[in-house]
């Protein structure tokens, strides 16, 4: 009588155990694949993030080169007329 209460007992409870046991496997994979999306946008939003730092960056310096560029052109013009060296 005990022997068979503990197979039905043990039975019962492997039943219940299965499906769960196959759920959390199912969360996992699914926990997986959304860490795998999160990073994959998560790079994607860094190279464009980068990229346009880059091109801000390079705007940034071609635009500062050309007005010291320009700056200095004009002081040379300034002086060009004040350096006579020519003895009087």
Do not use: E, R, W
């Not at 990073?39 to 500062?64: Q, R």
């Amino acid at each position: 009588m005990k022997t068979a209460i503990l197979t039905a007992v043990l039975m019962f409870g492997a039943s219940a155990v299965l499906p769960a046991y196959a759920q959390v496997g199912q969360d996992l994979k699914d926990a997986g694949k959304n860490t795998k999306d999160a990073t994959v946008t998560g790079a994607k939003k860094t190279a464009k993030g980068t990229k346009k730092v880059y091109n801000g960056t390079k705007k940034g310096v071609k635009k500062g080169t050309n007005k010291a560029a320009n700056a200095t052109a004009k002081g040379a013009d300034k002086v060009a007329g004040k350096t006579d060296t020519t003895p009087k």
